[in-house]
């Protein structure tokens, strides 16, 4: 059966623009690397993690935050790498201090769950920056930062809370470490 002129052209058109984020993504494009990563990971098969863990791979290395916070998801779900949280943190960070609100939650949320574990001083240390994390996410109106921000300083002394708010308002976008 022959297709008709716009089914033709509308799939002609399809084709060209996956060809033209093929080709952006192979010249370096972290844009487009990571628009080939996320169609890659939509279909959700393990051949299809791994390519995208690659250009995802790329892409977070030229300080794509969306990038860098699908890579520390892969690596904490084991999407077409090995399960390897150390990776998964490393790139949640990265992300987080590029000012990627979903990063920024995932971060605050492991800091206040490594605090449960911690000693009294390095509790405390950790409550604060699980604060900075959560109170940076839900100024930009990440879901449940707020609450969980709240959480946070339901343990923490007043000091430590002021603390955190200055952290939260001397951060800047890039200019943390990773």
Known sequence: MDKTPSESSSEDVESRASETISVR???GNADAQFN???K???AGTEENFAQAANWYL???DQNHALAQYNLGVMYSHAQGMPRDELQSAKWMRKAANLGDAGAQYAVGMSRQRL???EEAEAACESRIEAYKWLHLAARQGYLNSEAGCNSVAMGMTREGVTEGD???AAFVPGAGKD
């Open 166 to 168: 200055c952290r939260a």
């Open 58 to 60: 790329k892409a977070a």
């Open 25 to 27: 993504a192979e010249r």
């Open 36 to 38: 080939l990563g996320l």
């Open 115 to 117: 605090s449960l574990q």
């Open 40 to 42: 890659l990971a939509s």
